[in-house]
């Protein structure tokens, strides 16, 4: 069995255990009975010692289909555990309508990078956006049209994310980016990249209606470790978001550090 494929593995491992002076050799082999059937075997063979009575190879050969059937079984049922289990987390931590990061995910993330940023003195920002009138396209064509807008502009924040960013739905029309490594003056030109994205795309009604769609975008960002709590970023990005829309909507504001009290 062994010599009719001297290149296999079996071969190469029986060569090395003689090489080594062992005198036992186990492997798993798979053989046709008579009947022309498929078995998995696990084989043993014995070479004799020296002196011993009997000179002939010694082999046994135990049938091993069923166990090996139900490894395999088995190992297949830990797989797709194992799949079911990624699905579950992703589901954990997804907002359902725009396959964004959810709430949860976000403080985690928001209170994770805060803590990095300060223990190595780099800057993080936080733009939060809110879809302007939003409650126009609910309440004049319905909720199915306000959640294909929804869905619209998160994956055009989606797709205008940056490597390290996080883009999370926050609640409602309210969408956040954590901007890690980047600057107040960078997130605002990120933001307003952005905020252009939007106002260029259109959602169409069911009626055939192409409506625009604009956002308003809050900005601010710890620098120097200049903020103390990572809810006082949260803070000062929705104040600017509140500037933004006092000043007409369809625009990025942020706030200025000296009026910046949490």
Same mark, same amino acid.
Request: charged fraction near 25%; glycine fraction near 4%.
């Given at each position: 069995l062994?010599? /009719?494929?001297p290149e296999s593995?079996n071969? #190469?491992?029986?060569?090395a255990?003689m090489a080594?002076g @062992?005198k ?8 046709l $009975?008579?009947k022309n059937n ?8 014995s070479?004799? =010692?020296e002196?011993? !009575? ?6 046994s050969?135990?049938?091993?289909t069923? /166990? ?6 088995k190992?297949l049922?830990?797989n !797709?555990?194992?799949?079911?289990n990624r699905?579950?987390e ?9 396959m964004l +990061?959810n709430?949860r995910?976000?403080?985690e &993330? *928001?209170?994770r990078?805060?803590s990095r940023?300060?223990r190595h003195?780099?800057p993080l &920002? ?5 879809i302007d009138?939003?409650?126009i396209? @609910?309440? $004049? +064509?319905g909720h199915?049209?306000g959640?294909?807008?929804l ?6 924040l989606k &797709?205008? =994310?940056?490597?390290?960013?996080i883009?999370a /739905?926050y609640?409602g029309?309210?969408f956040?980016?954590l ?16 905020r252009?994205r939007?106002?260029?795309s259109?959602?169409e009604?069911?009626?055939g209606?192409?409506l625009?769609v604009? #956002? ?6 710890m620098?120097?470790?200049n *903020?103390e709590k990572?809810k006082?970023? *949260? ?5 600017a978001?509140y500037l933004a829309?006092?000043?007409?909507? @369809?625009?990025?504001?942020t706030?200025?550090q000296s009026?910046? !009290?949490t």
């Amino acid at each position: 069995l062994l010599m /009719r494929n001297p290149e296999s593995q079996n071969f #190469i491992d029986f060569l090395a255990t003689m090489a080594r002076g @062992n005198k036992n050799f186990q492997a798993e082999l798979d053989l046709l $009975t008579v009947k022309n059937n498929a078995i998995r075997t696990i084989m043993n063979l014995s070479v004799p =010692r020296e002196g011993a !009575k009997f000179k002939n190879l010694l082999i046994s050969l135990v049938d091993i289909t069923e /166990r090996s059937r139900v490894e395999q079984e088995k190992d297949l049922l830990l797989n !797709k555990l194992h799949q079911l289990n990624r699905q579950l987390e992703t589901l954990a931590v997804t907002d359902g309508l725009t396959m964004l +990061y959810n709430h949860r995910f976000f403080m985690e &993330s *928001l209170n994770r990078e805060f803590s990095r940023a300060v223990r190595h003195g780099r800057p993080l &920002s936080l733009l939060i956006a809110d879809i302007d009138d939003f409650k126009i396209f @609910n309440d $004049t +064509y319905g909720h199915q049209l306000g959640d294909k807008v929804l869905a619209q502009v998160a994956s055009l924040l989606k &797709s205008s =994310r940056r490597g390290a960013d996080i883009v999370a /739905r926050y609640g409602g029309e309210e969408f956040v980016l954590l901007l890690p490594d980047t600057t107040l003056r960078h997130a605002m030109t990120v933001g307003d990249k952005i905020r252009q994205r939007v106002e260029s795309s259109v959602v169409e009604s069911d009626e055939g209606d192409k409506l625009k769609v604009t #956002i308003s975008m809050g900005a601010f960002s710890m620098e120097d470790n200049n *903020l103390e709590k990572a809810k006082d970023l *949260l803070i000062l990005a929705d104040k600017a978001l509140y500037l933004a829309k006092d000043a007409g909507k @369809n625009c990025v504001r942020t706030i200025a550090q000296s009026s910046a !009290k949490t």
